[in-house]
């Protein structure tokens, strides 16, 4: 059973991500603050845990304290004060503008469960990054950085490695999309970043994300994936393209032809890189880190991690920064089952249990096997069923 989606994307009535909705079921919402110990810190961004938007001057005292050492200044710093407190407040009248300039989508307001709302409360200001990339974020519809994204994004901006391990459906597309095209120069006319994915229509779905999140930059993205023609996406890397996303296979066949140079390509990010770590990936994605710089970045997120993942990331990853939002698999609001049979046993258990419980449409996802005689068999039993595949 494929438990995805915390957030529920936009017009379908509760599910998210590449994945199924929420049965309204067990839910339990409110907001807590995450245990710090579920990740591994070893390094923090000196913004992490700076919950309010406003500068600290004095750390240390209570905020009495400080109004007291204000009115101790003597008349030039004073005047110096005065100045600072101008000029920002001119920056933040300015920022006003641009955000009251946004077209903002209706809120969502449908149930979130703490798989995205146990935030420390960072928002994306927080984080520095250029406005034409913010004005996509806020234009897109979200207001804060989920879990996954206050972890992973500061990181990624100071250059780190990363292995993070996210529920599907809390938002990890934007965690490794909003730093890599924060740190795109759309003046140099180069790859570089990789997105790499196992499928096509995982490729599709993230490129839709950047230029969705940088419609506002000029940064150019391209999708590249087996099964499409090799002479257009050759014709395509002849026009500036800054950042490619695709699957392994036809990234390396474009490499080896010298006709995607990744020379310039400072930034690898691995999707679902449990999937690209199989057999039938790994080789050409340890080919392709070769025809990239030394001190590339490695991003590498996945729901699980089976050896194969620990193996190459003590091979390729310089002192990665670990992170770990999962604690249990299931998502909140999700109860899971399964039931141990054979092969030829498989359609009849089915069977037995679709006369016996309503599923919901999304709860049977194509990892089954047979997806196309299980959608017959739901669909003949007059069960909802949507195809995920
Ligand atoms: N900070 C945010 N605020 C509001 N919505 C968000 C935020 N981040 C992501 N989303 C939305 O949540 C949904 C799920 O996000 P996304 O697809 O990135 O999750 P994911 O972890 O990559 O899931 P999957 O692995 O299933 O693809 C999308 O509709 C996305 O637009």
Same mark, same amino acid.
């Given at each position: 059973m494929n438990s995805r989606a915390r957030y529920p994307p936009p017009g379908m009535g509760g599910g998210g991500g590449r994945g199924s909705g929420i049965p309204n079921q067990n839910l339990s919402g409110s907001y807590q603050q995450r245990n710090a110990n579920n990740h591994n810190n070893s390094q923090m961004p000196n913004n992490q845990n700076n919950n309010n938007n406003y500068p600290n001057y004095y750390p240390n005292q209570p905020p009495q304290q400080q109004w007291l050492r204000r009115n101790q200044l003597t008349s030039e710093s004073l005047v110096d004060e005065v100045e600072k407190t101008v000029q920002s407040e001119a920056v933040d009248s300015s920022s006003q503008d641009w955000k009251d300039q946004l077209k903002i989508p209706p809120p969502d307001t449908r149930f979130r469960t703490? @798989?995205?709302?146990?935030? $420390?409360?960072?928002?994306?200001?927080d984080y520095f990054l250029k406005r034409e990339l913010l004005m996509g974020i806020y234009e897109k519809g979200f207001e804060r950085p989920s879990p996954i994204q206050e972890e992973s994004i500061p990181i990624a901006l100071t250059g780190s490695d990363i292995l993070a391990r996210a529920k599907n459906g809390t938002g990890k597309t934007a965690a490794f999309c909003i730093p890599a095209l924060e740190k795109? @120069?759309? @003046?140099?006319?180069? !790859?570089q970043v990789v997105i790499l994915v196992p499928t096509r229509e995982l490729a599709l779905q993230t490129s839709q994300v950047c230029k969705e999140l940088g419609k506002n930059l000029k940064v150019q993205v391209m999708v590249t994936t087996g099964g499409t023609s090799l002479k257009d996406d050759i014709m395509r890397l002849y026009q500036p393209v800054h950042l490619l996303v695709g699957t392994p296979g036809r990234i390396l066949d474009l490499a080896k032809r010298g !006709?995607?140079?990744? $020379? @310039?390509?400072s930034m690898l990010i691995m999707d679902e890189a449990d999937k690209l770590l199989s057999p039938e990936f790994q080789p050409s994605v340890q080919q392709l880190i070769?025809?990239?710089?030394?001190n590339r970045q490695i991003l590498m997120f996945s729901a699980t991690f089976p050896v194969t993942v620990k193996d190459f990331k003590d091979r390729f990853l310089h002192k990665p920064y670990v992170i770990n939002?999962?604690?249990?698999?299931t998502l909140k609001g999700i109860t899971q089952y399964y039931a141990f049979v054979e092969e030829r046993q498989k359609v009849h258990c089915l069977n037995t249990l679709f006369s016996k419980v309503r599923l919901s449409?999304?709860?049977?996802?194509?990892?089954?096997?047979?997806w196309y005689a299980l959608t017959c068999l739901l669909t003949a039993s007059n069960q909802p069923v949507n195809y995920l595949l």
């Open positions: 703490e @798989d995205v709302t146990a935030t $420390k409360g960072n928002e994306f200001e795109i @120069d759309q @003046d140099n006319n180069a !790859i !006709i995607c140079v990744l $020379k @310039d390509c070769h025809f990239m710089p030394a939002l999962m604690d249990e698999l449409p999304e709860a049977c996802s194509s990892h089954f096997h047979r």
